[in-house]
């Protein structure tokens, strides 16, 4: 009986420590789920079926008290983010000044993406016709998204 309620503790601090220490639903909350199934196993291959049923029960109730206390806790407001993200991974090429119609020079092979260089911004681009030379003249032809796509000039 020392070893199913041994379990029965270890598996709630394993699942106490996933949800407050450790991010994720990784391997810390996998053993604590396994430590209770073990638990439950173990008592009713051992003692039949009443003490694996209280085992159950038991283990039930272990779970419904830590998650009341979960949520009821400071613990949450102490680890939740308040302050509002209001910056954006990448800003878009009209942001940049980049439009279509505008001509620049690749800095890079394109094949099929690579740098290019409009006026004083340097910004990654995505060739339309395959591969272009670095230091060929290139046009934008179309903005697909962040995606800025763009052609060699030919010349007249």
Same mark, same amino acid.
């Given at each position: 009986?020392?070893?199913?309620?041994?379990?029965?503790?270890?598996?709630?601090?394993?699942?106490?420590?996933?949800?407050?220490?450790?991010?994720?639903?990784?391997?810390?909350?996998? *053993?604590?789920? #396994?430590?209770?199934?073990?638990? +439950?196993?173990?008592? =009713?291959?051992?003692?039949?079926? /009443?003490?694996?049923? @209280?085992? *159950?029960?038991? #283990?039930?109730?272990?779970?419904? +008290?830590?998650?009341? =206390?979960?949520?009821?806790?400071? /613990?949450?407001?102490? @680890?939740? *983010?308040?302050?509002?993200?209001?910056?954006?991974?990448?800003?878009?090429?009209?942001?940049?000044?980049?439009?279509?119609?505008?001509?620049?020079?690749?800095?890079?092979?394109?094949?099929?993406?690579?740098?290019?260089?409009?006026?004083?911004?340097?910004?990654?681009?995505?060739?339309?016709?395959?591969?272009?030379?670095?230091?060929?003249?290139?046009?934008?032809?179309?903005?697909?998204?962040?995606?800025?796509?763009?052609?060699?000039?030919?010349?007249?």
């Amino acid at each position: 009986m020392g070893l199913i309620i041994t379990l029965l503790v270890l598996g709630l601090l394993l699942i106490i420590a996933e949800m407050t220490v450790i991010p994720g639903f990784g391997i810390t909350g996998i *053993l604590g789920l #396994a430590s209770f199934i073990g638990a +439950i196993v173990m008592a =009713f291959s051992q003692f039949g079926n /009443t003490v694996g049923f @209280i085992v *159950l029960f038991a #283990a039930l109730v272990l779970c419904g +008290i830590l998650l009341f =206390f979960v949520l009821r806790s400071k /613990t949450w407001r102490k @680890i939740t *983010l308040h302050q509002k993200i209001d910056e954006k991974a990448l800003p878009s090429p009209g942001e940049k000044g980049i439009v279509v119609g505008m001509e620049g020079v690749s800095l890079t092979r394109l094949n099929p993406a690579g740098n290019g260089r409009f006026g004083d911004v340097t910004i990654e681009v995505r060739s339309s016709q395959g591969l272009i030379q670095a230091k060929t003249p290139i046009k934008v032809v179309y903005i697909e998204g962040l995606s800025i796509f763009v052609s060699p000039v030919e010349n007249n």
